[in-house]
């Protein structure tokens, strides 16, 4: 049973102002404070196009490969909704900003149909028994692209969205937060009708709904069922994915001409500096640094995964070495950014903090420890390392560690010295516990083999 | 002048012939300005006659209304008019229905009726502004015997102009003179940075233009415009006025014009179209009529319910028939193609003016009628009025309707130039109405 997926990404673009008006676009403002004639559909008001958004769009467009449009005009999508403040949504329709982009993952490429830019719609909360309208959002610049089903499995879903995140980062044309990038999901089992889920945020929370998802169908074929074609939405909370109320018919948006806002033309030049202003792009980076610093295809990957990461290791890589290097940044690093859900700028740690704290003679364990808590608060490294108990400890200080140890674990050392070296982790991850860390094993293990031989 | 004696005859008028919806209560006694009511102004009610927008104070002023104010002009009231521009009689509106002045029981026409019917009556106001989608300037004008111009599309800005149809609305001056108009266009003309649809440098000196000979000027009579189903009083008074332009040195030529019987249809397609997106808003959520939320089960009843009270029934017509063009499946056969027609149209009409300056004829093909006959029209036969003023909107042209009956009803003359040409079409409008008036 093959499976099927395509996606429509919803991008946030992080444009000084909104798409048609001159409110800033912010991504957290209290309720309502964002607002003006033109967001809030008031009648005798008009859309301006802000052109940072058409040239973020121009720029997506490129680094994917896509035609780009020269001649674009927007249209009107017809629907009512209580988020929508015209109840109809200003997006391209007829002559998106770009078509016909790819994006290669490791063994395959992934086409995507087209690119447009679009406003997005106030958002809701939800109470119990009554919903609130917050517009700051309405008229906020988004970027719709989709994809065409060229996906088999989630891990290529999640890879593509990866790799697309580095893309978007290093255009420096979105900033990520909760709920900035939003997936459309549609999946089906080759041969069955398909099923859209919409609306869902976040990595996990996608993966989880196509995983749901593709479980619920397989079963629902296995007992013989008929799959029907419908949309659905994912509860981040339950993790299953639920019917939404279903329409009567195919949605038909009657889409129309925007009249308020006239054809758009780009002059080739215009195009062209675009073009040739283009940042280097995360896969040219990840090759560049394979040639250049000799490290592997997986570390350049999750090195180049956010520019921030990229340039951190170009800047130290002169002063430690390449290999420790990137798998500091590949391991600790992105494993404490993920946990934080964080980009590295945005915990404005600097190059020099992690300078700094990757001088420290200071396991491994330590350095995240320490990484951990700059995380929350910026502070020097070393006096993070001293507040935490990690002064580094000297090698007569570890040698008595070690003695003590000797003299507890008999059984340990009975066993190490029949040939069992398994015993022998044992007996240097007890030193290690009693330094809650901060002990490196390499130099322990050094002080045991000594003493013991 | 005093501001009393505005006020005194404002209230006559309005009580005569029911002229007046919002009244500016701090007018500041400059010169006066009526305004259709579907053009926003700060702290004044503007409903665009409609009963969904009933109570509600824009908070900003239009362009056009800023643009004046700064010339020494305020607003004294705003006036009646088809809910949201439907209709050419003014008899579509959800608060009062203006009388004509020249004969009460006869309509003003639509939809800039009491605007029209305002400056035809007034001793003092000279100056009003209106608004046209399909003719709404150029037919209450022609029925209330005043001047009434609308501009090329993209002269004038709309911001602040309640939206019917975008790619068609336009504002303009309803005066008792050319001159005033050619005056009151200057004031309002011009790129605005709040209309992205407005040009930059296409403005003109336009009072320069009147008294200016018209000699050599080759105005192009369509023999459409003479047809059979054209009030014989009508052609009459325009064939007239003509025979005082050609006296005075302009030179006729009989033209004809292409497409002419999908003009109808593919305006009312395209306006109809823009016009159902454009009233989806209205949905009592953030301004206009409401219904407490409490008693419905959902958005969507909630919805459907402020707009079937809100909206009157011809609103409600051209929501349907609109929403119908754009239909997957109908969108091609109705709404594409009209865009493509229109397309076409223009570009006939640019070969038109390759050999005339202007096209002259009547404005509308009948008199005023009288509310009983506008009531007996059908929706189509109503619609097919707006015949010989529709091309000037759907084409983006200038239209000037300058009365040129001496006696009876009025009767409007219809001078359509090409785009920015405004200049011309008061040109040869104040020289007719020079002579129509020694």
């Known amino acids: 049973m093959k499976t099927i997926i395509g996606l429509e990404v919803h991008i946030q673009l992080n444009t000084k102002t909104k798409l048609f008006c001159s409110c800033p676009n912010l991504s957290s403002a209290s309720p309502n404070t964002i607002v003006c004639v033109i967001c809030l559909g008031m009648p005798g008001s008009k859309p301006l196009v802000n052109k940072e958004a058409l040239v973020k769009g121009i720029q997506l467009g490129m680094a994917l490969g896509s035609d780009i449009n020269s001649r674009i005009f927007f249209s009107r999508k017809t629907y009512f909704y209580p988020d929508m403040s015209k109840n109809y949504q200003i997006t391209q329709y007829e002559a998106p900003t770009a078509s016909e982009g790819s994006l290669s993952l490791d063994k395959k490429t992934i086409r995507i149909r087209r690119l447009q830019v679009e ?99 397989k079963l629902a074929l296995k007992s013989g069922k008929a799959l029907i074609q419908e949309t659905r939405h ?33 002059h080739s030049s215009f195009l062209k500096t675009i073009h040739d202003t283009l940042p280097e792009l995360p896969e040219r980076k990840m090759q560049r640094f394979q040639e250049e610093f000799g490290i592997d295809s997986y570390q350049a990957f999750v090195v180049c995964l ?72 910026r502070e020097d490294p070393e006096k993070i390392a001293k507040k935490l108990g990690y002064s580094s400890l000297s090698e007569k200080e570890l040698e008595k560690l070690v003695e003590g140890v000797l003299k507890n674990e008999k059984e340990a050392l009975a066993s190490y010295k029949k040939g069992e070296e398994k015993a022998l982790n044992f007996l240097v991850g007890q030193v290690i516990s009693t330094t809650q860390g901060a002990a490196d094993p390499k130099k322990v293990r050094a002080i045991f083999k000594r003493k013991l031989e | 002048m005093k501001v009393q004696d ?43 006659g409609s009963k969904i927008l009933e109570k509600y104070i824009p908070v900003f002023d239009a362009t056009v209304i800023a643009r004046a104010k700064k010339q020494g002009f305020d607003v004294l009231c705003k006036n009646p008019m088809d809910e949201f521009g439907f209709g050419s009689f003014g008899t579509h509106c959800a608060f009062k229905i203006p009388k004509n002045p020249h004969d009460t029981h ?37 029925f209330c015997g005043v001047v009434g111009l609308t501009p090329t599309y993209g002269l004038v800005s709309r911001y602040g102009a309640i939206d019917y149809g975008n790619s068609l609305d336009k504002i303009g ?128 009843s909630y919805a459907s319910s402020v707009r079937s009270s809100g909206f009157g ?90 009365p ?21 079409l008061f040109q040869i409008g104040d020289a007719y109405e020079n002579n129509h008036r020694s």
């Not at chain 1, 028994?129 to 970027?143: A, E, K, Q, V, W």
């Not at chain 1, 060229?150 to 969205?161: C, I, R, T």
């Not at chain 2, 009580?15 to 259709?36: C, M």
Request: aromatic content about 8%; proline content about 4%; charged content about 25%.
């Open chain 2, 6 to 48: 505005l006020i005194q005859e404002m209230e006559d008028l309005d009580t005569q012939y029911s002229l007046v919806l919002a009244r500016n209560t701090s007018f500041s006694g400059k010169k006066a300005l009526v305004v259709k009511d579907n053009i926003c102004t700060q702290g004044i009610i503007t409903t665009a």
């Open chain 1, 306 to 377: 956010e520019l921030g990461t990229a340039d951190l290791f170009e800047l130290l890589v002169q002063k430690f070495d390449s290999n420790d290097l990137a798998n500091w940044i590949s391991g600790p690093l992105r494993k404490v950014l993920n946990y934080n859900k964080k980009t590295f700028v945005q915990t404005k740690i600097s190059s020099e903090d992690i300078f700094s704290l990757l001088s420290l003679q200071l396991p491994t364990r330590a350095k995240e420890m320490i990484l951990r808590s700059l995380i929350e608060k």
């Open chain 2, 173 to 300: 001056p309803i005066t008792k003179t050319v001159k005033q108009s050619a005056e009151l266009l200057s004031f309002i003309a011009g790129k605005d940075e709040k209309d992205g649809t407005t040009y930059a440098a296409h403005t003109d000196n336009y009072p320069s233009f009147c008294g200016k000979s018209i000699k050599g000027l080759k105005i192009g009579v369509p023999r459409e415009y003479f047809g059979d189903d054209v009030d014989e009083e009508v052609k009459e008074s325009v064939r007239s006025a003509l025979d005082v332009l050609k006296k005075k040195g302009a030179i006729l030529k009989d033209i004809s014009l292409p497409l002419q019987n999908l003009v109808v249809p593919v305006y009312y397609i395209l306006a109809n179209a823009e016009a159902s997106t454009n009233l989806a808003k209205y949905c009592g959520l953030r301004y206009g009529l409401q219904k407490d939320i409490r008693d419905f089960d959902s958005f969507d």
């Open chain 1, 234 to 266: 994912f509860d981040a909370e339950t993790g299953k994915t639920l019917t939404s109320r279903s329409k009567e018919t195919e949605a038909d948006y009657g889409y129309i001409l925007e009249g308020d806002i006239p054809l758009i033309s780009f």
């Open chain 1, 119 to 217: 406003e997005d719609p106030a958002s809701l909360v939800h109470e119990k028994s009554f919903s609130l309208i917050d517009y700051n959002r309405s008229g906020t610049p988004l970027i719709e692209l989709v994809t065409e089903p060229d996906f088999n499995s989630v891990e290529e879903v999640s890879l593509f969205l990866e790799k697309l995140q580095a893309i978007l980062d290093y255009l420096n044309i979105h900033d990520v937060h909760e709920g900035s990038l939003r997936v459309d999901v549609n999946v089906n089992i080759e041969g069955h009708p398909r099923v859209e889920i919409k609306n869902v945020t976040g990595m996990k929370s996608i993966e989880k709904a196509i995983l749901f998802e593709l479980v619920r169908q």
């Open chain 2, 404 to 424: 040129c009956c001496k006696k009876g009803l009025p009767v409007g003359l219809q001078l359509i130039g090409n785009h920015f040409k405004e200049g011309l």
């Open chain 2, 313 to 402: 029934l011809e609103a409600k017509r051209r929501i349907m028939i609109g929403t119908f063009v754009r239909m997957l499946g109908y969108r091609d056969a109705f709404y594409l193609k009209a865009l493509r027609l229109r397309e076409k149209l223009i570009h006939e009409y640019q070969k038109i003016f390759q050999d005339v300056d202007v096209i002259a004829g009547p404005s509308m093909p009948i008199l005023p009628p009288t509310f009983a006959e506008a009531e007996a029209l059908s929706p189509v036969q109503a619609y097919l009025v707006d015949i010989f003023t529709i091309p000037s909107n759907l084409c983006g042209f200038p239209s000037l309707s300058v």
């Open chain 2, 106 to 142: 006869r309509v003003c026409g639509g939809s800039s009726a009491g605007t029209a019917a305002y400056i035809a009556s007034s001793k003092y106001v000279d100056y009003g502004l209106g608004q046209s989608t399909g003719g709404s300037i150029a037919c209450p004008a022609s």
